[in-house]
T-cell receptor
Framework: RKEVEQDPGPFNVPEGATVAFNCTYS??????FFWYRQDCRKEPKLLMS???SGNEDGRFTAQLNRASQYISLLIRDSKLSDSATYLCVVLNAGGTSYGKLTFGQGTILTVHP | GAVVSQHPSRVICKSGTSVKIECRSL??????MFWYRQFPKKSLMLMATSNEGSKATYEQGVEKDKFLINHASLTLSTLTVTSAHPEDSSFYIC?????????FGSGTRLTVV
């Protein structure tokens, strides 16, 4: 089983649509969780951190369910500029893996007019 | 926020030659840096953890003699791909991120011909 698993998509949605991405992780001791965005041939950029209480940043809402080891990202009112690959990322904070980021394979989103 | 500078952004080299990639922390001291590799349409995979003043820690399956890491100062880590082969062609990214806040270099696209 992969440490971090995502549905690779691709997701093709029209502008204005709402789209949700899911992610599961296998290490129950994982401490911190993030969604990153990666544009083609670029480095990943932090989109938002994910907290158990859920957090929202504009059109983006992230949720963490520790019991189910599940992370989600919801994008409302999709824009053309949202087209990118979305990476679910887990940070290990203990032992020899301290500071190690584990990336999911990414979910490709294409928003079309 | 913290800035990491990676150089070069793109390099094309002949098979059998060596290529050095530099990663510099510009406004902070980084005792630990991480080197990732990303193949096309795949996620980032951690190659090794670079530790200032000591040997790097390599992930399983990564040849330490092929991917030489040097972290001689608190602001510079280098990755040297020795005797490069076409299968080493990839996107290499460094990070000085211990907290998930996205302190990544801009990446180096290596093409071995």
């Amino acid at each position: 089983r992969k440490e971090v698993e995502q549905d690779p998509g691709p997701f093709n949605v029209p502008e204005g649509a709402t789209v949700a991405f899911n992610c599961t992780y296998s290490n129950s001791a994982s401490q911190s969780f993030f969604w990153y965005r990666q544009d083609c041939r670029k480095e990943p950029k932090l989109l938002m951190s994910v907290y158990s209480s859920g957090n929202e940043d504009g059109r983006f809402t992230a949720q963490l369910n520790r019991a189910s080891q599940y992370i989600s990202l919801l994008i409302r009112d999709s824009k053309l500029s949202d087209s990118a690959t979305y990476l679910c990322v887990v940070l290990n904070a203990g032992g020899t893996s301290y500071g190690k980021l584990t990336f999911g394979q990414g979910t490709i989103l294409t928003v079309h007019p | 926020g913290a800035v990491v500078s990676q150089h070069p952004s793109r390099v094309i080299c002949k098979s059998g030659t060596s290529v050095k990639i530099e990663c510099r922390s510009l406004d902070f001291q980084a005792t630990t840096m991480f080197w990732y590799r990303q193949f096309p349409k795949k996620s980032l995979m951690l190659m090794a953890t670079s530790n200032e003043g000591s040997k790097a820690t390599y992930e399983q399956g990564v040849e330490k003699d092929k991917f030489l890491i040097n972290h001689a100062s608190l602001t510079l880590s280098t990755l040297t791909v020795t005797s490069a082969h076409p299968e080493d062609s990839s996107f290499y990214i460094c990070s000085a991120d211990l907290t998930g806040d996205g302190t990544f270099g801009s990446g180096t696209r290596l093409t071995v011909v």
